[in-house]
């Protein structure tokens, strides 16, 4: 069952420009991750974020987390086209079990 | 090198004939797990372990086994494959269930005719 629904499916900009996803969940967590995906390969941790954190940096990378309303966003500064990916949020439930959402196929344009 | 081994990477086969998807990990984690990967439905999760001998259903568990003999191995079996088990195989473990980040495996790229 998905949790996390990301918001939009796909995203299209140029290099430079800043890249922001949005992922929405239904119950309470215990954390909630951000993933990415190169085309048909592994996923790669990028952010782990607490219930009890609202903001985490890492590199050009930022995540916010509103627990009041059930969302989170990544953010990506002066994207690069190296950044083009898919980007997954995963929600660890209180039995500690990830959920994966659809994900966000991001196009970073040269 | 930290990582997760799944193979093989790529496996093309027919309906019925068992096989094996094997994921070896070498970081010592308790926890591993397996996904599959289709277009529009995200990663679901088939099976997890917690620990050794200690395995548990995830969302889509139906027409898989796996079994968790060692710590570092957990093994992924399609008794009798079927079409509709193609797909995206990801296998994945961490020191702390989903407390703690995953480590997946490159995948397992699955075609049942």
């Known amino acids: 069952s998905q949790q996390g629904e990301e918001d939009p499916q796909a995203l299209s900009i140029q290099e430079g420009e800043n890249a922001t996803m949005n992922c929405s969940y239904k119950t309470s967590i215990n954390n909630l991750q951000w993933y990415r995906q190169n085309s048909g390969r592994g996923l790669v941790h990028l952010i782990l974020?607490?219930?009890?954190?609202r903001e985490k940096h890492s590199g050009r990378l930022r995540v916010t987390l509103d627990t009041s309303k059930k969302s989170s966003s990544l953010l990506i500064t002066a994207s690069r086209a190296a950044d083009t990916a898919s980007y997954f949020c995963?929600?660890?439930?209180?039995?500690?079990?990830?959920?994966f959402g659809g994900g966000t196929r991001l196009m970073v344009k040269p | 090198e930290a990582q997760v081994t799944q193979n093989p990477r790529y496996l093309i086969t027919v309906t019925g004939k068992k096989l094996t998807v094997t994921c070896s990990q070498n970081?010592?984690?308790?926890?591993m797990s397996w996904y599959r990967q289709d277009p529009g439905l995200g990663l679901r999760q088939i099976y997890y372990s917690m620990n050794v001998e200690v395995t548990d259903k995830g969302d889509v568990p139906e027409g898989y086994k796996v079994s968790r003999k060692e710590k570092r191995n957990f093994p992924l079996i399609l008794e009798s494959p079927s079409p509709n088990q193609t797909s995206l195989y990801f296998c994945?473990?961490?020191?702390?269930?989903?407390?703690?980040?995953?480590?997946f495996g490159n995948g397992t790229r699955l075609t049942v005719t």
């Open positions: 995963a929600t660890c439930n209180a039995g500690n079990m990830l959920t």
């Open positions: 994945a473990s961490s020191p702390g269930g989903g407390l703690r980040p995953l480590h």
């Open positions: 970081m010592n984690h308790e926890y």
């Open positions: 974020i607490r219930s009890n954190e």
